[in-house]
């Protein structure tokens, strides 16, 4: 795990060691350090029926990323290649949330279509570091307008990587 002091916030990723997918990501701002050589980081969930319990994985890698300057620890975690992650929800009604990872800096462009290659939504179009990020459509197009119910397809393009998938939106 990384940590540095002197940080304001901090990312935490779970990530599958076999594939490097990333299972959980989860921003803090304003992150409130403490002064500590380790710590420990654990979470619960709550089940349906109101109870509590670990979450176990044995293939799993955890890190804590602060907003200070990278080290060579930090830069071992940084993604080995790029990836676009499934939408989720999905389906959804109002606001999905896409995860993706940039290896190195790229020109990335995420865009929304339709089943007939139309564009609908242009997401990201600009120039990222290194890292994990998140992104969020809320099922409108570039006019701000509710697109239909139906089935829309998600791109994405940074340097010679492409990658698609699909999206429903049932309200």
């Known amino acids: 795990m990384y940590y540095d002091h002197n940080a304001k916030a901090a ?72 990836s676009l992650s499934q939408n989720y929800p999905n389906p959804f009604n109002s606001e999905t949330i896409i995860r993706y990872q940039v290896t190195n800096k790229s020109w990335v462009q995420i865009k929304i279509f339709d089943l007939l290659g139309n564009e609908i939504k242009t997401l990201v179009n600009e120039e990222k570091e290194p890292g994990y990020f998140t992104t969020s459509w809320n099922g409108k ?10 089935v829309y397809i998600y791109q994405m393009r940074a340097d010679a990587y492409i990658e698609s998938k699909k999206s429903i939106i049932l309200r």
């Open 11 to 82: 990312d935490i990723f779970v990530t599958d060691k076999k594939t490097g997918e990333v299972l959980f990501n989860n921003q803090m701002a304003d992150f409130a350090p403490v002064s500590f050589s380790r710590c420990a980081l654990g979470w619960h969930t709550q089940n349906k029926n109101g109870t509590f319990g670990k979450m176990l994985y044995d293939n799993i890698s955890v890190e804590l990323i602060t907003d200070v300057s990278l080290d060579e620890h930090a830069r071992s975690v940084l993604p080995a290649k790029f």
């Open 141 to 150: 197009n570039n006019n701000n307008l509710i697109v239909p119910n139906s």
